[in-house]
């Protein structure tokens, strides 16, 4: 699946959105924890349902919200609840592909990306190729692919998935504390592994 400028510009935004999220949070950061109310158990299950529905619903998108969860739940816990809510959201994705097949997919993403990802993905190699997919294309729509196109079994599925998605969830937790530079640094990094995951995958495809 190439990606078209309309996607490269919207990395770009959610990018700039990221960055300046970041500054807000850390700035303004005994502000939002006095503002916030949420701040133990509630605040996080509310942030993981918020997470869980950015992945079902396409294309809806939290990253913004991580610094925020950074500054109430610190780097490894906003990380915890990140991937937590990823796998969920996943998961439903995932099933719902695979009970209501093709027409409840195209609700959510346009045929012409479904054709793209159909000769994607791979019926070799299938566990790695998963973990290389989750570095290029979105956890959303790969999930729905994944679960229309492979008859991989559930519980593969969601390890692949877990090892595709930790080092995003490290990465940018961890970088929210950093100067912007360095942020800046870890969404080119981002997109080379976004870039290295989408040529890894075309290799594997056809191996």
């Keep these: 699946m190439k990606y078209e400028k309309k996607e490269i510009f919207a990395f770009i935004i959610v990018g700039i959105m990221f960055i300046g999220s970041s500054y807000f949070s850390l700035r303004h950061s005994d502000y939002l924890k006095e503002v916030i109310?949420?701040?133990g158990l509630a605040g996080m299950a509310v942030y993981v349902l918020f997470e869980v529905v950015s992945i079902v619903v396409v294309p809806v998108t939290t990253f913004p919200l991580l610094?925020?969860?950074?500054?109430l739940w610190g780097g490894f816990m906003a990380t915890v609840l990140n991937v937590i809510g990823w796998m969920i959201g996943a998961a439903i994705a995932f099933s719902l592909a695979r009970k209501y097949g093709r027409p409840f997919v195209s609700r959510f993403i346009k045929s012409k990306y479904l054709?793209?990802?159909e000769k994607l993905v791979p019926q070799k190699n299938i566990f790695w190729s998963i973990v290389i997919l989750r570095m290029s294309i979105p956890t959303d729509i790969l999930s729905y692919a994944l679960g229309l196109f492979?008859?991989?079994p559930m519980n593969i599925y969601l390890l692949a998935t877990f090892f595709g998605l930790i080092p995003?969830?490290?990465i940018f937790a961890y970088s929210v504390t950093l100067s912007v530079w360095y942020q800046i640094s870890a969404l080119a990094l981002s997109a080379s592994l976004i870039y290295y995951g989408y040529n890894r995958s075309k290799k594997l495809k056809s191996s």
Excluded: Q, R
């Design 37 to 39: 109310e949420f701040k």
């Design 67 to 71: 610094p925020i969860a950074v500054v």
């Design 115 to 117: 054709i793209h990802l």
């Design 150 to 152: 492979t008859n991989i």
């Design 168 to 170: 995003f969830a490290f």
